[in-house]
């Protein structure tokens, strides 16, 4: 049962305009969301995450935005750079005796084309 | 970098063997947290220890052991290694069991022959 789904493998977007990530969930219980970000041989590097009592969080150009009724969640990255370009990861966390078990979806590969 | 540091960065072992990886977390963080990356599973949540104590469990196999000692630097354990623990697994600290940010190191990647 996966939990968390990015159901894009890829994305392919032109340096300057927007990335849009999407993820959705199937765990009521999940109650803070987090993206990461992964290069490879490297370890996923955290970028920005949300608490499920706010449907916005912002930082720089990074924005998440959660949809609790339709259990969705994307991550904004405006503009976007080929710096960005990396495998997103976004896990969910339930609360209580479940916080620090993360739950991560497969992953999007994000190219940014120069 | 993180502040987390794993060793080995890769390990070659055969099949039935055991093998120890190390983890020290970032300083100050008390929450260590063990995943493993394979291709067809993604990241997966394993075992997490807070101050030298157990605290949650994943899809941990019996086969796999890990413990935190009093320096706060954490072991994963794998035994009777089977060619299917082949993956990259990852160690990741926080301030406290959560909700925190989770900090990953770089990895062990481990091969199984």
């Known amino acids: 049962d996966q939990q968390v789904k990015q159901n894009s493998p890829s994305l392919s977007v032109q340096e300057g305009r927007i990335s849009i990530l999407n993820c959705d969930y199937t765990?009521?219980?999940?109650?803070?969301f987090l993206w990461y970000k992964k290069y490879p041989a490297e370890g996923p590097t955290f970028l920005i995450s949300?608490?499920?009592?706010?449907d916005k969080n912002e930082d720089g150009r990074f924005t998440v935005f959660l949809n609790k009724s339709a259990k969705h969640l994307s991550l904004h990255i405006v503009p976007s750079q080929p710096g960005d370009s990396a495998v997103y990861f976004c896990?969910?966390?339930?609360?209580?005796?479940?916080?620090?078990?993360?739950?991560f979806g497969q992953g999007t590969i994000l190219t940014v084309h120069p | 970098d993180s502040g987390v540091t794993q060793t080995p960065k890769h390990l070659i072992t055969a099949t039935g063997q055991r093998v120890t990886l190390r983890c020290s977390p970032r300083?100050?963080?008390?929450?260590v947290y063990w995943y493993q990356q394979s291709l067809d599973q993604g990241l997966q949540f394993l075992i997490q220890?807070?101050?030298?104590?157990?605290?949650a469990k994943g899809n941990i196999l019996e086969r796999f052991s890990a413990q935190q000692f009093p320096d706060l630097h954490s072991e994963l354990n794998l035994s009777s290694l089977e060619l299917g623990d082949s993956a990259l697994y990852f160690c990741?600290?926080?301030?406290?069991?959560?909700?925190?940010?989770?900090?990953f190191g770089p990895g062990t990647r481990l091969t199984v022959t």
């Open positions: 765990n009521s219980m999940f109650d803070y």
């Open positions: 220890y807070y101050n030298g104590e157990e605290r």
């Open positions: 949300i608490s499920s009592i706010k």
């Open positions: 896990a969910g966390e339930a609360g209580g005796t479940s916080y620090g078990k993360l739950t």
């Open positions: 300083s100050g963080d008390l929450s």
């Open positions: 990741a600290s926080s301030v406290d069991g959560g909700p925190y940010e989770q900090y």
